[in-house]
């Protein structure tokens, strides 16, 4: 009798199990999960991309870990209300665990990319509104001239529009100054000429493309302020196409047109 009762318990069981279904929606949850984590484990340590380029990427990432987070949830109300016919809850709720972290890595990568585009711009604007209007300045001052390329820095300094933290790119390894100039650049070069740019740590820096620092921003590109005191981020790739001695016939002719207005 008792044997018979074991294998009624035992066929009882089989069947149970045999009418058990597994969770389609934690199997999607985890699916989502590990999608989102992985591609922002990619952007972190992988890619060293802005935040231009990074952030369709973030997008997709987080619509996966939103749909990670919804069907864990469901998964879980499903296993809870139908506890008899559906199993799956361990990894429903494994689904929603990684999307949690998924979230702590998204706001993290977010963060870090957001913090290099502050120092990107607050780069560019250490060169117009800060240094390149004190250039402006002096040059009014100076007869139309730059300062020496030598002593650039030197002279620049005591100007009141000019501070110490200025000559710093805030994504640079500090120093005295982060910026050079270009000697060959005048007032009255063409405004293309290049005539501040970012550069390797030093101070009273002058020279040509062979001081630029793209390191500065992850290798992507540097600040560069032209003489007509606009400033733009060139691409690495870009570099070649700058523009560093001005062309001393059209600035004769410059000088030519101005003597003939003033005459």
Not at 13 to 25: A, E, M, P, V
Not at 49 to 64: C, I, M, N
Not at 106 to 122: A, H, L, P
Request: with cysteine; hydrophobic share 40%; proline share 4%.
């Amino acid at each position: 009798m008792s044997s018979s009762s074991e294998d009624i318990s035992e066929k009882g069981t089989k069947t149970h199990h045999q009418k058990q279904k597994f969770s389609k929606l934690a199997i999607v949850s985890m699916f989502f999960g590990v999608f989102g984590i992985s591609v922002l484990s990619a952007i972190a340590i992988i890619f060293p991309w802005d935040v231009g380029s990074v952030a369709s990427y973030v997008l997709y990432a987080g619509l996966a870990v939103i749909l990670s987070l919804a069907t864990g949830i469901a998964a879980l109300i499903v296993t809870i209300k139908r506890n008899s016919k559906v199993t799956g809850r361990g990894l429903a709720m494994l689904g929603i665990i990684v999307a949690i972290s998924s979230i702590i890595l998204g706001w993290v990568v977010v963060s870090r990319y957001m913090k290099q585009e502050r120092n990107r711009i607050q780069c560019a604007e250490n060169l117009s509104r800060q240094l390149g209007f004190a250039l402006a300045i002096y040059s009014s001052d100076h007869n139309q001239r730059y300062p020496p390329a030598n002593k650039w820095c030197d002279l620049l300094l005591p100007s009141e529009y000019a501070t110490e933290k200025d000559f710093i790119c805030p994504a640079a390894q500090k120093d005295l100054c982060n910026y050079a100039i270009n000697p060959n650049c005048e007032p009255n070069s063409p405004k293309d000429t290049v005539l501040l740019f970012e550069s390797k740590p030093g101070w009273n820096q002058f020279g040509g493309p062979e001081l630029l620092a793209p390191e500065n921003h992850r290798g992507k590109g540097c600040n560069v302020l032209f003489n007509g005191f606009h400033v733009w981020f060139i691409r690495t790739e870009d570099f070649e196409k700058l523009n560093w001695k001005a062309d001393r016939s059209e600035s004769e002719n410059q000088e030519g047109k101005s003597s003939k207005a003033d005459g």
